[in-house]
């Protein structure tokens, strides 16, 4: 695992690091950076059969500020998968991103989503199956456009796939459960940024052709809410203009 603050992406992405989760004896976690604002109030055990830390008690004190998580929010921009290159995460820090991305709202509980990694040998592998599919089915995209289909994955250190496992429920609407898809698309994202490294969520071809779906991992009933390309940026961050609160604001009035 890079030590936090010195992963090769620094020169190019500022370091921000989020208050961590550091076991406390009896194998509790509490947050370094809030640890007296919380103290006896805000409890997490360590996740038990999950893995996944659970908030176990709230405090009830107001939430501590976060300067670190809203720059965090603030800073995470797009880096495309053709820039992205060696190293990616380590398991470790793969553990972490998906505990991050699994803590989304979902309504219901229903755990609407799971996570298909690519990564290693397999990258190529699964190109290799996917190419003559593509070829197929789009046999006249030219060749530069269709390359980078047949090299999809082995080209970036990591992608992740999302995948919306959204049942019909007595209560809970489809709708939903692809909101919370979508929600642990974004959570990885941020918490790929908070690692220092960058991603991009893509889709394409094979999200929505049921063969290739099936190659990459896609069961009966189960769509890909995104492909998460992952890995260290090779070029410095170009923001793109983001929409204006006036446009994208409206207040409601009787
Ligand atoms: C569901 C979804 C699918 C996407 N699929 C693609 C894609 O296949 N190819 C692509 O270039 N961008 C795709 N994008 C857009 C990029 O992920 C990204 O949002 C865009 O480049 C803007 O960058 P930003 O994250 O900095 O706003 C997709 C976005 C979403 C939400």
């Known amino acids: ?49 999950t893995g996944f830390p659970l908030a176990t008690t709230r ?33 470790a820090e793969i553990r972490r991103l998906i505990t991050v991305a699994a803590r989304v709202p979902d309504h219901g509980k229903l755990t609407p989503w799971r996570f298909v990694l690519y990564r290693g040998a397999a990258r190529a592998a699964l190109d290799a199956r996917l190419a003559p599919l593509h070829r197929a089915k789009f046999p006249d995209m030219p060749a530069e ?55 991009q969520w893509l889709s394409g071809w094979c999200c929505y052709d049921a063969e290739a779906a099936a190659i990459l991992g896609a069961k009966e009933g189960e769509r890909f809410a995104g492909l998460i390309a992952i890995g260290t940026p090779t070029v410095p961050p170009v923001d793109r203009p983001r929409p204006a609160f006036e446009d994208v604001v409206t207040e409601w009035s009787a």
């Open 1 to 49: 695992m890079v030590p936090l603050g010195q992963h090769p992406s620094d020169a190019f992405a500022p370091r921000l690091v989020p208050p961590r989760l550091e076991p406390e004896k009896g194998g509790d976690f509490k947050s370094d950076d809030t640890a007296a604002g919380l103290a006896g109030a805000g409890r997490v055990d360590s996740g038990g059969a």
């Open 59 to 91: 405090p009830t004190d107001p939430e501590p500020s976060m300067p670190d998580a809203l720059e965090l929010l603030e800073t995470r921009r797009t880096i495309a998968a053709l820039q992205l290159a060696e190293p990616g995460p380590s398991d």
């Open 145 to 199: 456009k269709a390359e980078f289909e047949w090299t999809r994955f082995q080209r970036v250190p990591l992608t992740i796939g999302v995948v919306s496992r959204a049942v019909e429920h007595f209560k809970v609407p489809i709708w939903e459960q692809e909101l919370s898809a979508g929600a642990a698309c974004q959570n990885l994202l941020l918490a790929v940024h908070a690692l220092g490294y960058a991603g």
